[in-house]
């Protein structure tokens, strides 16, 4: 699955808070509740890494952590899925964006306000993420299984928030 010539993008302001090692689909679980149980309407995740490191697996976490019994799938096909609940969670994935006009098209915007926006490949619309956002970033490492999770903040706010996951 790992694929060495894709290289994760910067974001301008990102900071590095703190790297998670997941030894397991477990492991990842665990973060996925853990951040699930501390999101609010107006967070905004971001989430950046190869094909196949487990960025949808977290969402399904974050989902059920946030008390959500919602079924999540990616959504690469119809690109938005909604989940309503205790926590609303707005679930994106970008994989098949081309250009960020595309994206404005959508509105994602109109999401931040009213629920949690989780963005896969948020790579591909830098332009329209909000200014202070978590920014996880999933990389394979040389062990079978093993997933780096880098968690940077881009704000005030989302250093906050990381301090809060454990």
Known sequence: MENNNY?????????????????????????????????DNGDSILLSGDLGAGKTELVRS??????????????TFVLINNYSGEKNITHCDFYRID??????????????????VIIEWAE???????????????HFTEIDNQR???????????KKFIEKIK
């Open 7 to 39: 290289k994760i993008p910067s974001f301008e302001n990102e900071k590095l808070e703190k790297t998670i090692i997941s030894n397991s689909i477990e492991d990842t679980k665990e973060l996925g509740l853990s951040i699930g149980k501390i999101i």
């Open 62 to 75: 974050i989902v059920e952590g946030s008390g959500n019994d919602s079924f999540v799938r990616s959504p």
């Open 99 to 116: 250009l960020e006009d595309q994206v404005e098209e959508i509105g994602i915007e109109e999401y931040y306000e009213n629920s949690t």
């Open 124 to 138: 591909k619309i830098i332009n329209n993420t909000k200014e202070d956002s978590i920014l996880i970033k999933i």
């Open 148 to 158: 780096k999770f880098m968690l940077y903040s881009t704000g005030y706010y989302s």
